[in-house]
C-alpha cells in the first residue's frame, strides 16, 4: 500500500488508515485483534483512535479501544512499524478536569493514553473536537511540551473549524509553539459541504494533512440502509438520523447503477471516490470484520471511469444548494 506525506510534516501515513472506534463497542477483543492483523497485512501501517472509544458500547468503557491496540502492539512486537493516533478532548470521567484541553487534561490524558497503548511516544495526537473553556495558547503550549518530551511527534485538530484552524496557526507562529501538521473532518460523498467549502481552502493554503472520517457515512453508502430496511447494527439509528435525506438516497442510487456498470460493490465506489480527492491524505475506514476490512481494502485498485466520475461528482454537488440557501 503506498504512504503519503502529511501535510507539510514529514511523516507519512499509509493510504488507508484503520479506524477503531468500533473496537471494544460493535467488535470484541478478538475479532479487533483479527482485523488490526488483516489490515497490517495488507499493508496499513496508520491506525486512529482515542481516549474515550468506545465508552457507548454495553461493557465497555473509555480506553478500552486503546487497551486493545496496545495489547496488539506488544504482543505482535510491531510498534515501531505503525503510525499511531490517538486523542484527547472527550469526558473520561464525570470529574470537572477529566474533559477538554486544558495543561491538566492533555499532560495527564497523554501519560494514560500512554500507558494503555504500551508505548513511548504517540505519532499523532489529535484534539478529538474543539474546547471553547481553554485558550488556544495553553493547549499548544501543553503540546509543545510533550513534543519537547517526546511523547508526541505531531498534532492535529480533528472537527475544527476554518476560523480555528486560522488562530491556531497564529498563535503557534506568534509564540513558538508546535502547529496542526493535520485536520480530521468528516468527509463522504454524502458530507461534502463541511469540509470543501470553508476547511479545504485553508489544507491548500497552509498546507494541513487530512485524515478524513467517516467515508461510508456510518454505513450509509453501502446500499444497506432504505426507507423500508435497516440493517441490523447497533449504529442503524444514528446514521438514520444523520443521513436519511432524500438527496443522500440519490446519491446511493447513483453509486449502485455505476457499482454494477463497473462489476464493483457500493462501499467500493464509495472509498474509491474518496481517494480520487487530491487534497485527501488518507481516509480513516471503519469496519466490523475481516470481510469488510478486505472488501474496502479493493477499492484501492478502483480507477473510475471519467464519465462515472462526473457523475458522482454532479449527484453530490452541493453548490446549487448553498446558493438557494443564500
Ligand atoms: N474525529 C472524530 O470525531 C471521528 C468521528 C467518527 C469516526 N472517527 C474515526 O474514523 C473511523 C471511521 O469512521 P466510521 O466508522 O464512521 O467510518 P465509515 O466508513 O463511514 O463507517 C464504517 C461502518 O460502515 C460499515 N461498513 C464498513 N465497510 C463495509 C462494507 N464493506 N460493507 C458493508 N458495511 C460496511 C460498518 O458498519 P455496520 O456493519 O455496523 O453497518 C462500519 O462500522 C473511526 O473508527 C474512528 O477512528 C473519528
Redesign the pocket.
Same mark, same amino acid.
Given at each position: 500500500m503506498s504512504a503519503r506525506k502529511l501535510g507539510k510534516s514529514g511523516l507519512k501515513v499509509s493510504r488507508y488508515?484503520?479506524?477503531?472506534?468500533?473496537?471494544g463497542w460493535?467488535v470484541n477483543e478478538e475479532n479487533s485483534m483479527k482485523i488490526l492483523d488483516a489490515a497490517i497485512e495488507a499493508g496499513i501501517t496508520t491506525i486512529?483512535?482515542?481516549d474515550i472509544?468506545s465508552k457507548w458500547g454495553d461493557g465497555s468503557y473509555p480506553g478500552k479501544s486503546e487497551e486493545i491496540i496496545g495489547k496488539w502492539l506488544k504482543d505482535r512486537g510491531v510498534r515501531d512499524d505503525i503510525v499511531l493516533a490517538t486523542?484527547v478532548r472527550g469526558n473520561m470521567s464525570d470529574k470537572p478536569n477529566d474533559v477538554g484541553l486544558s495543561r491538566k487534561h492533555i499532560l495527564e490524558g497523554a501519560k494514560r493514553s500512554l500507558v494503555r497503548l504500551n508505548t513511548e511516544y504517540i505519532d499523532l495526537y489529535?484534539n478529538?473536537?474543539p474546547d471553547y473553556d481553554t485558550p488556544q495558547e495553553e493547549t499548544l503550549r501543553a503540546y509543545t511540551k510533550l513534543v519537547d518530551d517526546g511523547a508526541v511527534h505531531y498534532i492535529g485538530a480533528?472537527?475544527h473549524t476554518a476560523a480555528e484552524l486560522m488562530e491556531s496557526l497564529w498563535v503557534s507562529d506568534r509564540n513558538g509553539l508546535v502547529r496542526y501538521d493535520a485536520i480530521?473532518?468528516?468527509y463522504?460523498l454524502a458530507r461534502r459541504r463541511d469540509y470543501e467549502k470553508l476547511l479545504q481552502p485553508v489544507v491548500e493554503k497552509y498546507g494541513f494533512g487530512v485524515t478524513?472520517?467517516? =467515508?461510508?457515512? *456510518?454505513?450509509?453508502?453501502?446500499?444497506?440502509y432504505s426507507e423500508e430496511k435497516m440493517?441490523?447494527?447497533?449504529?442503524?439509528e444514528t446514521?438514520k438520523t444523520r443521513y436519511f435525506k432524500e438527496r443522500n438516497f440519490r446519491i446511493v442510487e447513483t453509486l449502485n447503477e455505476v457499482a454494477q456498470a463497473n462489476g464493483v460493490?457500493?462501499?467500493?465506489l464509495a472509498?474509491a471516490w474518496v481517494l480520487t480527492r487530491e487534497t485527501i491524505t488518507a =481516509?480513516?475506514? *471503519?469496519?466490523?470484520?475481516v470481510?469488510?476490512?478486505n472488501?474496502?481494502i479493493e477499492a484501492l485498485e478502483i480507477n473510475i471511469p471519467e464519465t462515472d466520475l462526473n457523475r458522482l461528482n454532479e449527484v453530490s454537488d452541493w453548490t446549487e444548494m448553498d446558493m438557494l440557501a443564500r
Open positions: 488508515i484503520l479506524g477503531s472506534m468500533n473496537f460493535l486512529d483512535t482515542a472509544y486523542k489529535w478529538h473536537w480533528s472537527n480530521q473532518p468528516p463522504s478524513s472520517y467517516s =467515508p461510508l457515512g *456510518g454505513g450509509f453508502l453501502t446500499g444497506k440493517p441490523d447494527s447497533k449504529r442503524a446514521t460493490s457500493i462501499p467500493q472509498l =481516509p480513516i475506514i *471503519g469496519v466490523n470484520s470481510e469488510q476490512l472488501e474496502n
